[in-house]
């Protein structure tokens, strides 16, 4: 099981954090640990995923101007998601997932609004 | 970036019909694709990944088919409870740049 936690409200310019708690499988296991938002009323899409070693891999639209990180603590079997320098557009249900090649477990989601 | 057209936007279909659901990808992504299935209020589930490759307790209505650019999910016998939002995703790339399709509603007639 995956579970997001973090503020519901984050102010617009200020850095957006979550973390994913995961349960009943080690984030040390041979996979990928990932980030996908989707707005609401809107589509999927993929902010990035990570290693457990810490390799990570990020969307280019995010990654180019340098707001994302993805951080990973196999002591507490938790991955995290930072965001920074947010506006109104980054307001989405952030989910947590496991996989690459295809999501096979996800978290509940969590709904992140970006207003002042 | 390799950009994923799904079609149609929405898809009416009765229970018991077969409905097919496509998905297009700008340049070739082999194999690497997947579909998921989204209802409201829910994080999507996982269908098929390797195009063709049911997920762990996928029932076996759901078929995924296709390579290279152009790939389909069909339902073969359509049950209440797949009237839901599907989206394809690619994963070809290394290092990996995954990107979504805009979703396909399948909706009753």
């Known amino acids: 099981l995956l579970q997001e936690s973090g503020p519901g409200l984050v102010k617009p310019s200020e850095t957006l954090s979550l973390t994913c708690t995961v349960s009943?499988?080690?984030?040390?296991?041979?996979?990928?640990w990932g980030w996908i938002r989707q707005p609401p009323g809107k589509g999927l899409e993929w902010i990035g995923s990570i290693f457990h070693t810490g390799s990570t891999h990020y969307n280019p639209s995010l990654k180019t101007k340098s707001r994302v990180s993805i951080s990973v603590d196999t002591s507490k079997n938790q991955f995290s998601l930072r965001l920074t320098s947010v506006t109104a557009t980054d307001t989405a249900v952030y989910y947590c997932a496991r996989g690459l090649a295809g999501f096979d477990y996800w978290g509940q989601g969590t709904l992140v609004t970006v207003s002042s | 970036e390799i950009v994923m057209t799904q079609s149609p936007a929405t898809l009416s279909v009765s229970p018991g019909e077969r409905a097919t659901l496509s998905c297009r990808a700008s340049q070739s992504v082999s194999s690497n694709l997947a579909w998921s299935q989204q209802k409201p209020g829910q994080a999507p589930r996982l269908l098929i990944y390797g195009a063709s490759t049911r997920a762990t307790g996928i029932p076996a209505r759901f078929s995924g088919s296709g390579s290279g650019t152009e790939f389909t999910l069909t339902i073969s016998s359509l049950q209440s409870e797949d009237f839901a939002v599907y989206y394809c995703h690619q994963y070809d790339n290394w290092p990996p740049v995954i990107t979504f399709g805009q979703g396909t509603r399948l909706e009753i007639k």
């Open positions: 009943g499988a080690s984030i040390s296991s041979a996979d990928y």
